[in-house]
């Protein structure tokens, strides 16, 4: 059975409001720091703004999270760059509790990654309520890049070199997501069927 994403979105929050409401002043300085620095280019922009079919995006996140801080105000530049896109965020709490009865724990059990309720996590939902995709946590850039700082046992194999501007590389990488399912809209012959 499909996941009522509707309902959820419905209950999430804008980014500005999702700060106020769950960050405490320190997250939201260092929220503000990424989101001034993740500048997109004149090209990833001009992708952006040519985006016609409307996308739902949710992301599941924590204020708390260094993942989030990382990831989701690149989510909120990316999302101001295009009039088709509708960016909503729900919390979930540090202090995480698998059978709590209420939305946050619901979405977060149904978004576990790796038998675990990580963060962010992005669905993609299209303009009548059908899940497009779901990813999280880290992008493969931030993989290489954690990899590349290991050592003993565990150390990099050296198959890969780490990004030299993971910023930019994260950028790119979370643009491929949103560019993927804004085409997947844009192909489907349902929805095609709908908007001749």
Sequence with gaps: MAYDWQNVYDQALPYQEFLQKH?????QRRWQGVYEQAVLTSQQKALLAGFVRKMHVLCLAGPW???????????????????SIFLRFINRPQQFDPQAPDLQTAVANELA???GPRVPVLVFISE???????????????????????SGASCPT??????????????????GHFERVQLMLLTSP??????R
């Design 190 to 195: 349902r929805l095609m069927s709908l908007h």
């Design 113 to 115: 990654i790796c038998g």
């Design 65 to 83: 999270c260094g993942d989030c801080v990382n990831a989701c105000p690149i989510f909120q530049r990316i999302a101001e760059a295009s009039p």
């Design 128 to 150: 009548d309520w059908f899940e497009c995709e779901r990813f999280g946590e880290r992008t493969l850039a931030t993989y290489r890049h954690k990899v590349a700082s290991l």
């Design 23 to 27: 960050a405490t002043h320190e997250h």
């Design 158 to 175: 050296g198959l890969f070199a780490p990004p030299t501007d993971l910023l930019a590389a994260n950028i790119a990488e979370w643009l």
